[in-house]
């Protein structure tokens, strides 16, 4: 069973910049897919972010584009979302999420963490 702990959310202003981890344990971590997704109070789980296991290849979605990068270190069984820019709509719980299959789906990713809270003030 592959555990995820999230960490590094915060409070900061529009503009500021925060980075997010996740450790995951209890599984082969380079061949995993990794992803972030957010869900906002009121609103449904959206992708964020993901990358593959053993070659890296990224996505992101249209509205962090060019603002967000993820990356992984498979020695450390690690992922990273790092956040720049940030705007008062990237106010979200972010969710770290692990699966075979490298996809912006959610329902491919069948390990997910706790979530870490991101509020960003105007």
């Known amino acids: 069973q592959v555990q995820l702990v999230e960490s590094g959310g915060g409070l900061v202003q529009a503009g500021e910049s925060l980075r997010l981890s996740c450790a995951a344990s209890g599984g082969t971590f380079s061949v995993l897919a990794m992803a972030w997704f957010r869900q906002a109070p009121g609103k449904e789980r959206e992708f964020v972010s993901a990358i593959s296991g053993r070659s890296g290849v990224t996505r992101y979605a249209a509205s962090v584009r060019g603002r967000f990068t993820i990356s992984r270190n498979n020695a450390e069984s690690t992922v990273s979302l790092q956040m720049n820019s940030l705007k008062p709509e990237d106010t979200a719980v972010y969710y770290c999420?692990?699966?075979?299959?490298?996809?912006?789906?959610?329902?491919?990713?069948?390990?997910r963490g706790q979530g870490t809270q991101v509020t960003v003030s105007s």
């Open positions: 999420a692990a699966g075979a299959l490298f996809s912006t789906n959610p329902i491919n990713y069948n390990h």
